[in-house]
């Protein structure tokens, strides 16, 4: 229970967007998902992290989270412009996320639609999306709850986005 997680025959299984993994005693991992490394990294860097805050509702930027600051460019040109462009690109990709991976929409000013994603049970992210208007280019931000800092390392919150927008981009290609 403390990160979000359940013991079933002698296996640990966390959700990740709406899928469980199972990880037995040695550390394998076993799902109905590809097991791929930005996903078998960072799952098993939350599963050993010392410390699981609750989370807060409180929303803020990738560069605000500890160590985040050193990371932002590369965050930037591989997870949120990417993102942007596949927005743009495919103007209800976001909205399909919502029901593919489990998210929930909310409100948040200066976003025409805002996705509420749990890639790891107390890791949240907060995708917000302004589209093209007149002269104004669109725009894309992900914030983080503020446990994430706590609860993951930021080289693990760095590869678990960059997997996710990796994986969107093939989600768009096929579908």
Not at 4 to 26: C, P, V, W
Not at 64 to 90: H, V, Y
Request: aromatic fraction near 10%.
């Amino acid at each position: 229970p403390l990160i979000g997680a359940r013991i079933e025959t002698d296996k640990l299984l966390i959700n990740s967007l709406g899928k469980d993994f199972a990880i037995d005693q040695q550390g394998n991992i076993i799902s109905e998902c590809h097991i791929i490394p930005w996903i078998q990294a960072p799952l098993l860097s939350y599963i050993t992290h010392k410390i699981h805050s609750e989370i807060t509702g409180r929303w803020i930027s990738f560069r605000e989270l500890k160590g985040g600051i050193d990371w932002q460019n590369l965050f930037t040109s591989r997870c949120e412009m990417p993102l942007k462009m596949l927005a743009d690109e495919n103007p209800g990709f976001l909205e399909d996320l919502i029901d593919i991976f489990m998210g929930t929409t909310t409100q948040w000013y200066e976003a025409d639609i805002a996705l509420i994603l749990h890639p790891l049970p107390k890791i949240p992210i907060l995708i917000c999306y302004q589209a093209k208007e007149d002269d104004l280019d669109s725009k894309l931000t992900i914030f983080f709850d503020e446990c994430c800092g706590a609860n993951l390392h930021i080289k693990s919150i760095f590869t678990l986005c960059s997997g996710l927008v990796q994986m969107f981009a093939k989600i768009s290609e096929h579908h």
